[in-house]
Structures are given as C-alpha cells and as structure tokens.
C-alpha cells in the first residue's frame, strides 16, 4: 500500500468532514472504537496523556503544550485535526509529521483489524476512528517510547472516537462556542456537558476562559463527580498584550506561579488566551511532580506556529487568511484585523460548509469588507458561491460569486491597491486551497 492508496482506502469509510455517509451513523460509536483498538491490542495505553476538547483554539492550545513538554527533553507525539494538506499532518512525533511512506505502512498494518472491526460492526467504522487508531499505533511503534501523547477530540468529547482513555493527566477544554448544535446540544451548557466528558477520575482539568458563565459551572460539576481537580484560567490567570507586529506580538501571563514575559508568532488577543491556558497546564504539571524547565515554557509557546490561524500570506496587498467558522470566530477575527494590522479597504473571500451559519458569520466581517467575494472548495459539503451571495448580499458591501477559489482571487487581487487587505476565511478548507495557490503549499503526492 502506498500513500495515494491509503489515502483511497480511509475516504472510502463514512467521514463527517466530507459529507460522506456510508453507515447508518454518522460517526462511529465509542464501543466500535474500543473494539477497534482491543483488536491492536490498545495501544492508547502506556504513556502520559493531555486530551484537549473546546470549540476553538484547541488545535493551538493542544500544539503549544506539545512544544513544552518536548523542548522539556520529553518524546512527544500531537494528534490534530483537520488537516490542511495532507493526512500525514495530523500526526506528529516531536516536532515532525510522519512521512507518506510511514502513514502508509502503518495503515496496511492496521487494515485487518480495520476490516475485521467493519465487518462485526455493521459498517460503522469511520475514517477518523481509523485515524485515531493509526495514530495510537504509531506512537507505540516508535523505536524510543513517547513519554507523553497530546490528543486534539475530532467532535464533543464524551461520545468522540478519541475518549478511549483509562486515565489522563489533564483534560483541557477551551472556549465553547454553539457549534454542532444538532450534536453536542443547543446551548453552550449542553455542549460543555458533553466535551467535559474526557474528564476522567484523578486527573486536572485546565478549563480556558469562558463567555458563557454557565460552562464552568458545568465543568466544575465534573469535577467533582469525577473527583478530579479544576484549574479555572479566568480566575487565576491573567494575560496582557505588551507589543504586536504582523510577524508576532509579546505579552505577560500573571498566575499563582508569578508573572511570566513571552512572546509567540501567533496573531490575535485570542492566542494569548491559548497560552494563558498552555501556562496554566504547564503549572498544573508541575505541581503534580513533573520535571519540566521553565524555558521549555517561553521555547513551546515561541516556536508554536499554526498555518491557517490568522497567516499573513502577503504584502502590497496583504493577504491574510484564517478558518474562522462560526460567529464567535469570525468575530475574533474582526477585532484581529482592526487592532493588529493597517489596511485601507477590505476585499474579504469566503467560502463555507452547507451547514454554517454564514448570515451570522457576514454580519461580524461585513463592517470591514468594501466587497464580499462568495466562492466555494473541493468537498461535497461545500455551500454553493451563489446561495451564499443570498446569505450575505443584504449587509451592505456589494457581494459576487465565484466558482472556484482561482477566480475569486483573480477578482479580490484585481480590485485591491497596495495599501488593501484581502483576507480569506469560512473554513479551514478553503485556506487549504488558498495556501496552495499562493505560497506553493500542496498535498502529499
């Protein structure tokens, strides 16, 4: 098997992020998953965890405690997701994605308990659980043990084909946010409820600033059913901007430990919350016993960078390009591009899924745009660029639609003067397209 093949292979399961339902359900139950993974012998056993859940900056949070705990001397591993690219970068061992040839390897090692578990299971195995799985047998196939294995929930927490833990260290849950609502539940409440659910007994739970205040309330009942300890960031940790720059910005942390200066490449008053959080699971580590070195602290939380977050892709025009999703996110990138960068007028690109709320999302970024340009990406779940005019085309800027991500730049860029910003967002999907077409980035051949 080799990576075009492997990659055949796991799109040819039921997979949530295309659209793509081959079973009856849409995501593979927690009992199909741990039956997957006793056919390999449970190989998410054996090392220490941090399991992340939340409804945005996971994927940040969850890669500046993996910088930390390995510029700590320890082996790590990171499993994310999506992926911009390739399949192969939602699995990292150290600062490292696995190659095509080690992805493909380890899935036609895993492909008979693949099988088998599809087969006894009615057809229910998805192509994230296989994922989940692949990654589990990696990281227990490397030559040197991983000390500690940093796990990113692909959707909730509670019923998610990662929750397949004994026991972790810490349960971190980020900012929760309506998402998935037909799901995870149709308050913030409901789906705290859910993603609190990888808190298992003995461990802490870092709990990142809420702006419902009915969350904390629900994770601190957790807790306590658990019996496992609460960190609350809001209450005992502080973050303040010192300076920003389009390449970076510096800040302070204050907690019970003191007041730490650091600084990271990432943009936006929201990643300072993500390392206030990273702070907080730094110290909570500590407190329990493990040997990690202050620098490792201003070293993973420095040399943390996340494509598609906020990326300055370009200059004369700028272009900057982020995956804000929903209305909370689309919000934080509002107030990102007015407080870090200086532009005169806004050609702003936007693509989304079938199933977002994109009058919400245009009615935060519109204020910005001197026209929206609607276009679509490759996925069967992608909204069609003329709907999304009629979504949009209301609040204000004049809005066109594009088919393709090709030409929607082609109109921004002609249209954009050097002193103008044009920014890319809707989905994850189409910065992945964008990256593509304007820094050379492409897909794993």
């Known amino acids: 098997?080799?990576?075009?093949?492997?990659?055949?292979?796991?799109?040819?399961?039921?997979?949530?992020?295309?659209?793509?339902?081959?079973?009856?359900?849409?995501?593979?139950?927690?009992?199909?998953?741990?039956?997957?993974?006793?056919?390999?012998?449970?190989?998410?056993?054996?090392?220490?965890?941090?399991?992340?859940?939340?409804?945005?900056?996971?994927?940040?949070?969850?890669?500046m405690?993996?910088?930390?705990?390995r510029h700590s001397g320890n082996r790590t591993a990171l499993f994310t997701s999506p992926h911009l690219h390739a399949f192969t970068e939602r699995i990292r061992m150290g600062e490292e994605a696995v190659s095509p040839e080690e992805f493909a390897t380890a899935?036609?090692?895993?492909?008979?308990?693949?099988?088998?578990?599809?087969?006894?299971?009615?057809?229910?195995?998805?192509?994230?659980?296989?994922?989940?799985?692949?990654?589990?047998?990696?990281?227990r196939a490397q030559m040197k043990p991983i000390d500690w294995q940093v796990v990113e929930v692909g959707l909730g927490g509670t019923f998610d084909a990662t929750n397949v833990f004994n026991e972790i260290d810490v349960a971190v849950i980020t900012p929760i946010s309506l998402e998935h609502t037909a799901v995870l539940g149709s308050t913030p409440a409901e789906i705290a409820a859910d993603?609190?659910?990888?808190?298992?007994?003995?461990?802490?739970?870092?709990?990142?600033?809420?702006?419902?205040?009915?969350?904390?309330?629900?994770?601190?009942?957790r807790c306590r059913e658990v019996g496992a300890e609460l960190v609350d960031v809001a209450a005992h940790y502080e973050a303040d901007l010192?300076?920003?720059?389009?390449?970076?910005?510096?800040?302070?942390?204050?907690?019970?430990?003191?007041?730490?200066?650091?600084?990271?490449?990432?943009?936006?008053?929201?990643?300072?919350?993500?390392a206030a959080t990273a702070v907080a699971t730094f110290d909570a580590l500590v407190d329990r016993g493990h040997d990690l070195e202050e620098q490792a602290l201003n070293e993973g939380i420095a040399?943390?960078?996340?494509?598609?977050?906020?990326?300055?892709?370009?200059?004369?025009?700028?272009?900057?390009?982020?995956?804000?999703?929903?209305?909370?996110?689309?919000?934080?990138?509002?107030?990102?591009?007015?407080?870090?960068?200086?532009?005169?007028?806004?050609?702003?690109?936007?693509?989304?899924?079938?199933?977002?709320?994109?009058?919400?999302?245009g009615l935060e970024l519109a204020s910005l745009a001197e026209m929206i340009i609607c276009t679509r990406f490759d996925n069967p779940r992608a909204m069609d660029p003329y709907v999304l005019v009629?979504?949009?085309?209301?609040?204000?800027?004049?809005?066109?639609a594009e088919y393709d991500i090709d030409a929607a730049l082609e109109t921004a860029m002609a249209r954009a003067g050097k002193n103008d910003l044009v920014c890319i967002t809707g989905s994850l999907y189409l910065v992945a397209e964008a990256r593509e077409r304007i820094l050379g980035e492409s897909v794993v051949s």
């Open 1 to 63: 098997m080799n990576y075009s093949e492997a990659v055949e292979y796991l799109l040819s399961f039921t997979d949530m992020e295309r659209g793509y339902q081959k079973s009856a359900s849409p995501a593979m139950s927690l009992d199909s998953m741990r039956s997957l993974l006793e056919r390999l012998r449970n190989p998410q056993h054996g090392r220490h965890t941090v399991h992340i859940t939340g409804s945005k900056g996971k994927g940040t949070t969850a890669a």
């Open 65 to 69: 405690i993996e910088g930390i705990l």
């Open 107 to 139: 899935l036609h090692a895993i492909k008979p308990a693949v099988d088998a578990e599809q087969e006894a299971s009615g057809g229910s195995v998805s192509t994230f659980g296989i994922l989940t799985a692949l990654f589990f047998w990696l990281v």
């Open 195 to 221: 993603k609190a659910g990888i808190i298992k007994p003995g461990s802490v739970c870092v709990l990142a600033p809420q702006r419902d205040p009915a969350v904390p309330h629900v994770v601190r009942d």
């Open 242 to 274: 010192l300076e920003r720059f389009v390449f970076g910005q510096s800040f302070t942390v204050n907690g019970p430990s003191g007041t730490r200066e650091l600084r990271t490449p990432l943009l936006g008053y929201h990643q300072l919350q993500n």
């Open 303 to 361: 040399r943390t960078r996340v494509p598609g977050r906020v990326e300055v892709m370009g200059q004369s025009p700028l272009v900057v390009a982020d995956g804000a999703h929903n209305r909370e996110s689309a919000a934080t990138l509002a107030a990102t591009l007015r407080d870090y960068f200086e532009w005169e007028r806004c050609f702003l690109v936007i693509g989304t899924q079938k199933d977002k709320d994109v009058r919400a999302m």
């Open 390 to 400: 009629q979504e949009v085309g209301f609040l204000g800027p004049a809005a066109v």
